[in-house]
């Protein structure tokens, strides 16, 4: 699959806040000031196959640290693409920007 890049992008969800002290901790957003779920998925670059996806992390965990987990799965060589989420990640572009 090294032959085509991949995409890269995550999204979050808000979920309803844990009763639990710890879980509220481990799943509150500082930045969006909610408690969230991300997700992660890598499809094709023509968008037509889903090659991996991640469900249900913890919110504060950044995108680069996400993708760093998911890109094990994947051959040393293949390139991804992504936005500047996943900035300073190996083997990983962010789209040139239009004018």
Do not use: A, C, W
């Given at each position: 699959?090294?032959?085509?890049?991949?995409?890269?992008?995550?999204?979050?969800?808000?979920?309803?806040?844990?009763k639990n002290?710890?879980?509220?901790?481990?799943?509150?957003?500082?930045?969006?000031?909610?408690?969230?779920?991300?997700?992660?998925?890598?499809?094709?670059?023509?968008?037509?196959?889903?090659?991996?996806?991640?469900?249900?992390?913890?919110?504060?965990?950044?995108?680069?640290?996400?993708?760093?987990?998911?890109?094990?799965?994947?051959?040393?060589?293949?390139?991804?693409?992504?936005?500047?989420?996943?900035?300073?990640?190996?083997?990983?572009?962010?789209?040139?920007?239009?004018?």
């Open positions: 699959m090294t032959e085509i890049e991949l995409i890269v992008d995550s999204t979050e969800q808000d979920i309803f806040r844990p002290d710890g879980k509220q901790k481990k799943y509150y957003s500082g930045k969006q000031k909610s408690h969230r779920l991300k997700n992660q998925i890598i499809i094709t670059d023509n968008g037509k196959k889903i090659v991996d996806v991640i469900v249900g992390e913890r919110g504060p965990e950044s995108d680069i640290i996400l993708f760093k987990k998911q890109q094990k799965k994947f051959d040393k060589e293949q390139r991804f693409q992504g936005d500047k989420g996943y900035q300073g990640g190996s083997r990983i572009d962010r789209p040139k920007k239009k004018k």
